[in-house]
């Protein structure tokens, strides 16, 4: 279905913007001004089918009603006080992951990048503190994505991201994801001497590297090898956590429990909040060792609130679930009809991706463009893989949509 026009339309001055604001995104050429469940409108009133739903954020797609009301109730009431009072509304957040399996304690802040920041400072006073390690390193895989921000950019093992950014930060290392055997050489190699090696971090599901999911035998293997060295063990579920694979954590896909998670995306349905949490065994912060001013606040902590229990009471997990196997099936039925162009299609829940075959020219970003101007929104996971992670509100005729638009655009 091409972009539906709306009697709804302003002029957006896109010269302006551009002289304004640092070009940091390579961004499309619409203004999005403008969404209600899973669809969003732009500047000239066209429609699309958002698919991309603020890069995996949107949990529950636009302006949805326990939002809007969780919002507007708290705002109204107190909406910043900063950390340094007690916050009741950060408290009843912290009590709902903790009794649901994401740990036993938590700090709050603004974006995935700042909870993998908290994460690995934890690992780092952990491993001096309680391992004895001078110099604490921290193992990460090739293809990672870990955020922008100079430590979690140096964890992250995409060479692209920390181009130009040198000095990085020292005790990084990388292996390859889902490899073993390489874990345990790069380990012998890095305590050869002295004891370095205090963290792990892993994502269960590789998001930016290409919706690349975690093999359950190798998580299991690193998950005993922590356990025997006393190594922490650290998912990043920014991407694959609050429902979007088709269980609350994504680490449940892998039946192993990490010693410390990160969340943010779609904890708070597309307000800024992040958060790291960890066993009580390794809760070694104390007073003054990290902060942040907004993170946690009345406003955000009463939204992701909304988006959890929401989550729960109309079993949007189940949704996402079961509208991820409708994805893929009506995919995978693509494939088998192009010959060449779609190499596979996987991944968990609502995070699919696309790898495009050897006989589709164009990138994935050619596709979303072109995906685009038909009316659906999605958005790359590196060169050659499309990735398409909608509101886990979506329903079957929405997904029936967005397969039959990727059928003109991919063929």
């Not at 949107?58 to 007690?86: D, F, K, M």
């Not at 991407?239 to 990490?258: D, M």
């Not at 065994?281 to 902590?301: A, E, R, W, Y």
């Not at 596709?367 to 929104?377: D, K, N, S």
């Amino acid at each position: 279905m091409a972009p539906r026009p709306s009697s709804e339309s302003l002029d957006f001055d896109f010269a302006a913007f551009d002289r304004d604001v640092m070009a940091t995104y390579a961004r499309s050429p619409i203004a999005l001004v403008r969404g209600a469940g899973c669809r969003v409108w732009d500047s000239a009133g066209r429609g699309y089918l958002d698919f991309a739903a603020g890069i995996a954020t949107c949990t529950l797609g636009h302006a949805h009603p326990a939002l809007i009301e969780a919002v507007t109730r708290q705002i109204g009431r107190l909406h910043h006080v900063s950390n340094l009072y007690y916050i009741p509304e950060q408290g009843a957040l912290a009590a709902w992951l903790t009794a649901r399996g994401a740990g036993e304690r938590a700090f709050f802040c603004n974006s995935g990048a700042e909870a993998n920041e908290a994460a690995i400072k934890l690992a780092r006073k952990y491993g001096r503190t309680r391992l004895g390690i001078a110099r604490p390193a921290v193992i990460s895989a090739v293809a990672s994505f870990h955020g922008r921000t100079l430590a979690a950019v140096t964890a992250t093992g995409q060479p692209r991201y920390q181009q130009d950014f040198d000095p990085l930060v020292p005790g990084f290392h990388h292996v390859p994801f889902n490899d073993f055997p390489a874990l345990v050489a790069a380990i012998a190699t890095l305590d050869r001497d002295e004891r370095t090696v205090a963290a792990i971090l892993l994502e269960p599901l590789q998001g930016e590297g290409g919706i690349r999911p975690g093999d359950p035998t190798y998580f299991a293997q690193v998950r005993a090898l922590c356990d025997e060295r006393g190594i922490l063990l650290m998912f990043d579920e920014v991407q694959v956590g609050v429902g979007r694979s088709g269980t609350l954590w994504g680490h449940e896909q892998l039946g192993v429990k990490p010693d410390v998670l990160t969340l943010a995306k779609g904890l708070a349905g597309g307000l800024p909040i992040g958060a790291m949490l960890c066993r009580r065994s390794c809760d070694v912060f104390g007073p003054g060792d990290h902060g942040s001013t907004f993170g946690g606040n009345p406003l955000v902590c009463a939204a992701a609130l909304a988006v959890l229990q929401t989550l729960e009471q109309d079993a949007l997990i189940a949704n996402a679930r079961d509208r991820g196997e409708q994805l893929r099936a009506g995919l995978r039925g693509l494939a088998a009809g192009l010959h060449g162009k779609i190499a596979e299609v996987r991944g968990w829940g609502l995070i699919v991706g696309v790898e495009l075959g050897a006989d589709q020219p164009r990138s994935a970003a050619e596709l979303a463009r072109a995906a685009q101007l038909e009316g659906l929104l999605t958005v790359p996971a590196g060169p050659r893989v499309l990735r398409l992670v909608p509101p886990l509100i979506v329903s079957a005729a929405e997904v029936d949509e967005a397969v039959a638009i990727l059928a003109r655009v991919l063929g």
